[in-house]
């Protein structure tokens, strides 16, 4: 296994994300198996566990808990997060000392060794940009306790939204997880991201580095080009190099759901094998061809002319990450940018046109976006939709 120091801790470059655990067919977590994972991780040196409150609706918490605990527990490193993206206008918040001590609970443990912010995006800066929401104070109060050992956070935005967030907590904040691949380094701006974070001295950790999958199989003619340079390695194995040859984080966390998956993940984390420039290339070539959707390089020279002052990139990033793979982080990081901010308020004006070099039709694309984002539902109404059928589900068992 591959270490990387942090702080005074060896951590193993992969972690283990406990949040696609493997499922049995009637689609309840297979304890059995999760042991034997768990078993085959602890026996290969990974040290670092990451759970989340709402993952596996709370239970991939009680089941990794579980797992863990027939280990001693300076053994290994347990990660948990609080759901404060969950909290949004008109719905009753989740209170920070009551979801912790409901977490500690439930993770049957004391302490947290890695605790995180979940999910700092555009739309959740409503809360977490908000201090009057006291949220920080009680985390660093149990810092100070030893209930918590690192506090950082994970984050989903772009780059002014996470500049905004370490602007008011960053001094506070020891790592921070992002989504971080070579589809991403350019569609989700990751390496801006990544120059903010190392200018702020924050050691990156990072989550779906094979995008839930995507960058996991190929099609025969891509996948025949990637087998001739590595032909003993696997597909998905590839992803994990780029990340070791580029932006080299502290951690790098897979959603593991089988053991096949993890035998695969630990024959790679065994070796360092860097990628050289002609494997780098190729996956430069594949990313671009994933990506091709709206070219956009994120240059910015469309954006001083724009009379809405609108962020162009981003909002095309979201386009290409809705037509990739759509979800409702894209949609509520949309939301987040508020209605004089997103697509609908581009007046088609044109100005942006004759400054792109890539001669992207961006009110075309603006036009797409918004009727796209219009058709979602938006992340409030989700939101007051789970929260009305916790308050229902409460209801039935009082
Ligand atoms: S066309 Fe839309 S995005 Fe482009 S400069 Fe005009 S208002 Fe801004
Ligand atoms: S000028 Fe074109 S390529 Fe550059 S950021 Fe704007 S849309 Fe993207």
């Not at 992002?178 to 989550?207: F, H």
Request: glycine share 8%; hydrophobic share 35%; with cysteine.
């Amino acid at each position: 296994m591959l270490y990387n120091d942090f702080q005074d801790l060896k951590l193993s470059a992969l972690g283990f994300g406990a949040m696609r655990l493997p499922l049995l067919p009637d689609g309840s977590i297979d304890g059995a198996q999760l042991d034997a994972m768990i078993d085959l991780a602890m026996a290969s040196g990974i040290n670092y566990y990451d759970t989340a409150h709402p993952y596996h609706g709370g239970l991939s918490e009680v089941f990794l808990g579980k797992s863990l605990s027939r280990y001693p527990r300076e053994s290994w490193n347990l990660a948990d997060k609080f759901p404060g993206h969950q909290n949004v206008r008109g719905v009753k918040p989740l209170l920070p000392e009551e979801v912790f001590e409901e977490q500690l609970q439930r993770c049957g443990v004391d302490y947290f060794d890695f605790y995180l912010l979940h999910n700092v995006n555009e739309n959740s800066m409503f809360y977490y940009g908000n201090p009057d929401n006291h949220f920080m104070d009680y985390f660093l109060e149990q810092k100070e306790k030893g209930r918590i050992r690192h506090l950082g956070f994970s984050c989903h935005a772009g780059p002014e939204a996470l500049e905004q967030f370490l602007s008011l907590y960053g001094s506070s904040l020891e790592f921070c997880q992002i989504q971080l691949n070579y589809l991403d380094w350019t569609l989700q701006e990751a390496s801006r991201k990544c120059e903010i974070l190392r200018s702020a001295g924050i050691p990156i950790w990072v989550m779906e580095p094979v995008r839930g999958g995507k960058l996991a199989s190929f099609n025969a003619e891509t996948e025949a080009k990637m087998r001739a340079l590595r032909p003993d390695e696997s597909i998905p194995s590839w992803a994990f190099r780029w990340l070791r040859t580029v932006p080299h984080p502290t951690m790098i966390l897979s959603g593991m759901s089988s053991l096949a998956q993890m035998e695969d993940n630990l024959k790679t984390f065994s070796s360092d094998k860097p990628l050289n420039k002609e494997e780098l290339a190729l996956l430069g070539e594949i990313a671009a061809q994933l990506a091709g959707f709206i070219p956009c390089t994120g240059c910015r020279y469309c954006c001083a002319g724009c009379p809405k002052k609108l962020n162009i990139p981003t909002l095309l990033g979201m386009a290409n990450d809705m037509a990739f793979n759509p979800g409702f982080n894209t949609v509520a990081r949309y939301t987040g940018l508020g209605s004089d901010k997103n697509a609908g308020a581009c007046i088609g004006c044109g100005q942006c046109v004759r400054a792109c070099p890539q001669k992207i039709n961006i009110p075309e694309e603006m036009k797409k976006l918004s009727a796209l984002m219009d058709g979602h539902k938006k992340w409030e109404e989700v939101c007051k939709e789970r929260a009305e059928a916790a308050e229902r589900a409460r209801a039935q068992k009082a």
